[in-house]
């Protein structure tokens, strides 16, 4: 990779626009996109056949799925609805096609505005709440494709290595998801596990001296033993290991971030308030030039409008300069090619459904979980992917730190 002569800002000035044309050109983005859908559906109708030594029937396991779809379309804050069976699968064919779309937008107007996260090292990528990995997809097609055109332009100085994704997760269900749908997919860089399983009492700088002061100790423990009983236990040199942790603080690296995601995430009041402590270490953990994104419902959303406040002021305490260009209100788009592929995906698998069970038409108009019902623009092809109940916007936040993150003080 060439050493830059210049700044990030300025190569993505002078670039971006290019990376725009080169992505609409053959359709590069939609065919990216088109493969995702395709291997979805593919996957989607593969889990609801039974495997040869399955004591369960196609009609059995099309109704536990039907069961699960009315709980991710209106009981998505509820954390224990994740491990339930079928919900992962579920979740994913409701929502990973249209979160994934709209991250490409978000890193879109990123890269418009020059703040897209770049690094001449490993680009670290955090995602809060990850669900079925829809920004983990889009983060990995997005740079891969950047990655296509910088060789393909011949301009090595916008070339960054293969992003690191990294992410919080709590639901096993999903966790397993993702491992599986990487494998199908056939994607060389994943994602294939979770990160961090739980986000409350997540604390990167905690975990940070913890390491530290481990290495530190674990130097110290060695100091006084001889080369020859590293080499016998097969591990690097003495020379090399004194060097690596001769200097502990060389480790304050670890846990710090280019780029962290809170999509979907951010809920409710209460867990924000809750979550103070962790957004605020994780905020601190943003590098130089690094970027958090925050998106979700519409601020005009009664019951998302007292959360924004406060995730701008955790912003504002740990230093993080508001991208105001960036953020604001963004209209969903239900008419676009992204829009119908969408949609075909759902009549896809849908179509699939009836043709191979005993739930028709009639069985779905009446269904129901408690007081959430099946939308009928999933299952009924002729109906509109937007409905009576389908937002306008969401909101998009985004922060960037313009100076150097508080360094962690050297334990004595």
């Not at 096609?97 to 991250?103: A, C, I, S, V």
């Not at 097969?234 to 999509?263: C, K």
């Not at 937002?391 to 313009?402: D, G, K, W």
Request: contains cysteine; proline residues 4%.
């Amino acid at each position: 990779m060439q050493k830059r002569e210049t700044t990030w800002r300025k190569l993505l000035n002078l670039h971006q626009e290019e990376y725009r044309i080169w992505l609409d050109k053959d359709e590069k983005r939609f065919q990216i996109f088109d493969k995702l859908a395709e291997d979805l559906e593919r996957y989607v109708i593969t889990s609801l056949q039974p495997g040869p030594y399955d004591d369960i029937s196609i009609d059995d396991l099309c109704k536990r799925f039907v069961h699960r779809i009315p709980d991710v379309l209106g009981n998505c804050d509820n954390a224990n609805m994740y491990d339930e069976d079928m919900a992962a699968l579920a979740y994913a064919h409701v929502h990973l096609l249209e979160r994934y779309r709209r991250f490409w937008d978000i890193l879109l107007r990123l890269l418009k505005e020059a703040v897209l996260p770049m690094s001449e090292n490993e680009l670290e990528v955090l995602d809060v709440g990850t669900g079925p990995a829809p920004v983990l997809y889009a983060i990995s097609d997005f740079y891969q494709l950047l990655q296509k055109f910088t060789h393909e332009k011949g301009y090595p100085s916008l070339g960054i290595p293969f992003p690191e994704l990294s992410s919080v997760e709590s639901s096993r269900e999903l966790e397993q998801f993702i491992h599986a749908f990487s494998e199908v997919s056939q994607r060389s860089h994943g994602p294939y596990s979770i990160t961090f399983r739980n986000f409350k009492g997540l604390d990167f700088n905690e975990l940070r001296a913890e390491t530290i002061e481990e290495a530190k100790n674990k130097w110290k423990a060695n100091k006084g033993r001889q080369w020859h009983d590293y080499y016998d236990y097969g591990t690097q040199s003495w020379e090399s290991y004194s060097e690596e942790m001769d200097n502990p603080m060389s480790l304050n690296g670890l846990y710090r971030y280019n780029f962290v995601i809170f999509s979907n995430f951010l809920t409710t009041e209460s867990d924000v308030e809750m979550w103070k402590k962790e957004l605020n270490a994780t905020f601190l953990s943003i590098r130089h030039g690094g970027v958090v994104v925050v998106t979700g419902a519409s601020a005009n959303n009664k019951k998302y409008k007292p959360i924004y406040p406060i995730v701008r002021e955790i912003a504002k305490e740990t230093q993080l300069g508001r991208i105001k260009s960036v953020s604001g209100e963004i209209a969903c788009e239900y008419s676009d090619i992204y829009a119908k592929r969408i949609k075909q995906h759902y009549d896809t698998v849908w179509t699939w459904i009836k043709s191979n069970s005993s739930i028709d038409d009639s069985f779905l108009e009446s269904f129901r979980v408690g007081k959430n019902r099946i939308v009928k623009s999933l299952w009924d092809p002729d109906t509109n992917l937007q409905g009576p109940g389908s937002p306008n916007e969401f909101s998009l936040l985004a922060f960037r730190r313009n100076q150097r993150p508080p360094k962690l003080r050297r334990k004595e």
